[in-house]
T-cell receptor
């Protein structure tokens, strides 16, 4: 079974600061990797995903993530955050190849951006 | 359109009630999911339906009973719930089960 670890549970930044949220997974096989965001009072939305190919993936709202296979990591980055980025961020994985598979989520990072 | 709809938005029920949660998608997705999310916690997988058949049940108590009447609709029947079952219940769908899952807004359930 897969597991996901997010290192930062609470992060507070000022507007225009750079962001990096850590995510490591544990699984011996091929994985699909995702970052989802949950804005206050809203549903989970996909920020970006990695299935294969270029390990640097770009998502919505200026977010990007890099898959480093040797480190089992998929860290999320944004060069300059905005107040509207305040939200809960979840890293998630599933294992392709065996049919429909649910997502395993990390515990989440609560990000607060101060104006 | 990547919309998954869920009804009701809020539900309050007693421990002896029977109620149902409904989830609908019209994107032609063939996999649908139920997750449970407690406050300040990540979603936890409950059930997976693939091509209208139950493919994963994550050892969920029998007081939760899923049903997939057709490829667009997913229900979660609730009976004799406990107060600790109070949570946000999320539905999701994906095209084939091995790709992106799209989430609905959830049903916030309170068990008294």
């Amino acid at each position: 079974a897969q597991s996901v670890s997010q290192h930062n549970h609470h992060v507070i930044l000022s507007e225009a600061a750079s962001l990096e949220l850590g995510c490591n997974y544990s699984y011996g096989g091929t994985v699909n990797l995702f970052w989802y965001v949950q804005y206050p009072g809203q549903h989970l939305q996909l920020l970006l995903k990695y299935f294969s190919g270029d390990p640097l993936v770009k998502g919505i709202k200026g977010f990007e993530a890099e898959f480093i296979k040797s480190k089992f990591s998929f860290n999320l980055r944004k060069p300059s955050v905005q107040w509207s980025d305040t939200a809960e961020y979840f890293c998630a994985v599933n294992a392709p190849g065996g049919g429909a598979d649910g997502l395993t989520f990390g515990k989440g990072t609560h990000l607060i951006i101060q104006p | 359109d990547t919309e998954v709809t869920q009804t009701p938005k809020h539900l309050v029920m007693g421990m002896t009630n029977k109620k149902s949660l409904k989830c609908e998608q019209h994107m032609g997705h063939r996999a649908m999911y139920w997750y449970k999310q407690k406050a300040k916690k990540p979603p936890e997988l409950m059930f997976v339906y693939s091509y209208e058949k139950l493919s994963i049940n994550e050892s969920v108590p029998s007081r939760f009973s899923p049903e997939c009447p057709n490829s667009s609709l997913l229900n979660l029947h609730l009976h004799a719930l406990q107060p600790e079952d109070s949570a946000l219940y999320l539905c999701a769908s994906s095209p084939s089960g091995e790709d992106t899952q799209y989430f609905g807004p959830g049903t916030r359930l309170t068990v008294l």
